[in-house]
Every structure is written in structure tokens, then in C-alpha cells.
DNA sequence: GATCTGGATTTAGTAAAGGAACTTAGCTAT
DNA sequence: ATAGCTAAGTTCCTTTACTAAATCCAGATC
């Protein structure tokens, strides 16, 4: 569906959707995810049109979040698997099924389950403070300026930022989520 | 063109992609977090086609993930905030950013900071059990078939998949990254 | 009364999705 | 021996969605 390339925004968000935010793209991941790793496996799972899953799984490649690996079954044929850049993608994955598994599910409960090979139990995404260690609710949360911050796509929001130690901005930074009021 | 439906998948990652996951869609949201809340300044800001954003705008209001709320500026004006639906999502957004952070970061370092409000510290998506409460590795996490799983689009794994106490399934789940050989 | 502004809608051309048939090359069942 | 099967695509065609640019509209401002 893209035509408007994210690459060149100053938006990490932006620039994730560049390589696995097309349509298709994170199912064909998580399909990876889950051992399902040989094309006509993949296409017949999600019932992705051919050319369309040709055209995703060289995109993935070619950005080095899965690798094409011959193997042999007869003639050689090949798998896509996850590279560590691809694995690394769970995070992001989880936390997207958690939201579906919240508020789009249906009387039946959720599809999957994912769980800790340790003690079984269920694994959530949630947003973690890397000082104090602490799970943080969406209204602790502020946005800041960046080293990489720049003037372009996606950041008329930077005049609302407050930025870094050298540089100007407003005295309070912006919060994520709005105060209740 | 008339792309795929992924609501009637038995996967909250597609139902959650038929959502939210539209090109745009995240970055639009990424705006409404950020406090860029008006048509305007959102197309300004994205460079998206107005046409897009009207689409996606009512898309979003149609799931409940954004309100269109009206203000006064001489005659009625709509602003678009994020319900808490859409705030919950804000999770996803910062994982997909943290990805992006780490694999597609320029020299310049990474263009927007996200700190926690008491501490200061840096804030990060990580996968967490909900069991020990520790944050896990995604080498240590494995997939079972939930009550909603059913025979369908984006299942093929099933088979893969343990299931819950009382229906067959593999002796061993399905580690959802696999471990070096 | 002309222009500006916010919030869209319309129009028109192009790029991409969807669906189905076709290709290739080794293996297998008749 | 040949017909069929399989995996991994590729080709072709139609339909739809995306992009860009122009237009609309009503109140505010010059």
C-alpha cells in the first residue's frame, strides 16, 4: 500500500513502519515467530495472495529482519527465518496482540496465549522505567527532544518538547497522555 | 486494490493491524499522543494526502481508538483525541519506536526521548510475567492456543501450539524464538 | 469585498492489492 | 513413460487505494 516513504522522517516510529509496516508484513512475522517459515506454509495461513507475500518476504530480507536459508528437500528449496533484528521485533509484536487481546476479542477469549518457559506464566507487554525499574502508567510519561530530532516530517510537535540541556524549549515537557480534568 | 480484511482472523495481531494498522494509522496516533489533535496540523505535520487522513480519522473515530470532539475558534471546530482505547495503545507505539530506535538510529542518536515523569528515566517497552513479575528474554517464551483459537486464517499453527488443560496438543509448546542449535 | 483559515470533499492519474493461471524442476505414483 | 504432485515463485489482468492538486464552505480578518 506504500507509497509515501517513512524513511526520511526523524520518527523512529516512522522509520519502524518503513520496514515492517506495510500490510501483511507483522502477520508474516509473527508466522515466523511461530515456526511457520516456508512460503507455500505461509501463504496458505494467512491466504496472502502470492505475488503480494513474494514482494514482503524480499522486502524483510533485504532490510535483514529475516534471512532466506536453502534447504534440502529433494531440490533445494528455502526457509525464512528470523535474524536477531527480526527476533528483536517480539517486544513490538506482543505489545500489538496485548491491545487486540484487550479490546478486540471476542465472548470466547483471546486466540494464543504466551507464556514464561520458566514459570508458565502469562507475558505482557508493559513500559518499563530504566532508572527506578518500575512499571509506568501511560500518564507518567513524557516526550523529549532527541539527539536526532530535526526539523522535517512528523515533528511540528517539536516547538511543544522541551529539548535537551543545550538547547531551548518549553519549561514543561509534554505529556503522552493527557491529565484528566 | 481492496485490501484483506483482517478482522475475522483468530489472531489479536491481525484484528488489532485491521485497526490501527493501515499506513498512517500509527503515526496519527503517534500526533494525537504528542498533542497534535487538528486536521491541519496533523496533514502539515505528516505530509499526508488530506483525502488519507480524512479516511483514516474516521476510521479511527468508527473503532472507538480516536473522539472527534468539537471547539469553539469563531464557528465549530473538531479537534481528535485519543479515547482511552487509544490510549492504551501507546505501549504498542513505544515498542514499535524502541525497535526503531535501536535498528534504523542515524549517528546522530535517536530523535525523541520518552522519560518517566518521577525519576526522569528513560522509558522502554519490555516483555514482563505477569507470574515472577521479571522481565523476560524472548528466547523464554512460548505460544499455546488461548479458548479463542479455532481452525481458520492465521492458524495454521495450531498444531504447533499446546493447548489449554483440556484439549490435545504437542507434549512441548512452542518456544516462539528458537534456540541456537 | 478579497483573502485567509480550518476542515474537509472532489477529481484524476498512478501504484499496488487480489486472484488465478502458469513455470520450473525434481520426486512419486500409475 | 508419463501423468501428477510439490515448493517457490512469476506473470497477467482487474479492481481498488493512494497521492497530488484543485475545489468548497463559512466565519474571521485585512
Not at 507483522?26 to 508466522?31: G, K, S, T, V, Y
Not at 495461513?45 to 534447504?71: C, F, M, N, S
Request: proline content about 6%; aromatic content about 6%; some cysteine.
Amino acid at each position: 500500500m506504500q507509497r509515501t516513504s517513512f524513511s526520511d522522517f526523524a520518527c523512529s516510529v516512522a522509520r519502524t513502519l518503513d520496514v515492517v509496516g506495510e500490510w501483511w508484513s507483522p502477520l508474516i512475522l509473527r508466522d515466523a515467530f511461530l515456526g511457520v517459515t516456508r512460503f507455500d506454509n505461509i501463504q496458505k495461513d494467512l491466504g496472502i495472495p502470492r505475488k503480494v507475500l513474494a514482494e514482503r518476504l524480499a522486502t524483510l530480507v533485504e532490510h535483514g529482519v529475516l534471512e532466506r536459508t536453502p534447504y534440502r528437500d529433494g531440490r533445494v528449496r528455502y526457509e525464512y527465518h528470523l535474524t536477531e533484528k527480526g527476533r528483536d521485533f517480539l517486544t513490538a509484536l506482543i505489545a500489538l496482540m496485548n491491545w487486540g487481546d484487550r479490546w478486540l476479542t471476542g465472548p470466547k477469549g483471546v486466540p494464543l496465549n504466551v507464556t514464561h518457559s520458566g514459570c508458565g506464566g502469562n507475558v505482557e507487554a508493559h513500559m518499563i522505567c530504566k532508572c527506578c525499574g518500575e512499571a509506568v502508567a501511560n500518564d507518567v510519561i513524557e516526550g523529549q527532544a532527541g539527539p536526532g530530532a530535526r526539523i522535517g516530517k512528523g515533528t511540528a510537535v517539536l516547538g511543544r518538547l522541551r529539548h535537551g540541556p543545550t538547547k531551548k524549549g518549553p519549561e514543561k515537557p509534554t505529556p503522552l497522555v493527557e491529565t484528566k480534568s
